[in-house]
């Protein structure tokens, strides 16, 4: 059976309601803008699996203070580690999620890092994508937030605007460019890498907060430095 299929089976029949409520992703909102989730996933053969599904082993999050959380995840079945640590940013508008992923099996693995904003708020607002920061900006009533993604080895980086059911392909592996939305206030950062046995990959994923747009340019101007 292919290692696919196993993953399909396994998350069509032991878990209903993917990540939502792993600390990896919580952790996040322990921080000075609960409004918003960050998910994390990994594309490969096929299928996206999300930290928290049964393939995961997650390990209790190691907090040195409120703002820095470091947390590893290893998936069971492609033996590829990740580690994650989740810091603050120096002017508080937001946080730095340094993201290292290890592939310590003996093959060669196509994967799509997946990194999925949600909203936990009922507010209505758009979501579109800024060229000049190759980011994706979320805008409810009178606060935007920006996201971005980061990661050096990367050989292809999608952007995606509104709801993921409508704009990824799980089968192929694809992201369908959207540059805006006014119907679903998520979105959606597709990271294609090739990772080689037993060699490390980083990348850097973050999401700025505030009432002032050029402010939050100013700053991931800073940060893509």
């Keep these: 059976m292919q290692i696919s299929q196993l993953i399909t089976e396994g998350l069509n029949s032991n878990y209903s309601d993917p990540s939502f409520f792993v600390d990896i992703h919580m952790r996040l909102r322990t921080l000075d803008h609960p409004a918003n989730l960050s998910k994390i996933g990994l594309w490969h053969e096929g299928v996206t699996s999300w930290i928290g599904d049964p393939y995961w082993i997650v390990n209790a999050a190691f907090s040195k203070t409120a703002s ?3 947390s590893q995840a290893y998936h069971k079945l492609w033996n590829i580690k ?10 508080r508008l937001g946080f730095i999620r340094n993201i290292t ?27 579109f994508y800024s060229p000049n920061e190759k980011s994706l900006i979320h805008h409810t009533q009178d606060m935007f937030s920006l996201h971005s993604v980061s990661m050096p080895l990367a050989y292809h980086i999608q952007h995606g ?10 089968h192929e592996g694809k992201l369908f460019f959207s540059p805006f ?23 850097q994923a973050w999401q700025l907060v505030g009432k002032h747009l050029s402010e939050l340019k100013l700053a991931n101007e800073r940060l893509m430095e």
């Design 82 to 91: 990740m580690t994650i640590h989740d810091k603050q940013t120096e002017d």
């Design 68 to 70: 820095t959380v470091i």
């Design 101 to 127: 992923l290890k592939n310590e099996s003996s093959m060669v693995r196509p994967i799509k890092l997946i990194v999925h904003q949600v909203s936990l708020s009922n507010e209505k607002g758009v979501v």
């Design 181 to 203: 939305s006014a119907t679903s206030v998520e979105s959606v950062i597709a990271c294609s890498s090739t990772l080689e046995p037993n060699l490390v990959y980083k990348a």
């Design 161 to 170: 605007a509104g709801d993921m059911k409508r704009n990824w392909n799980d």
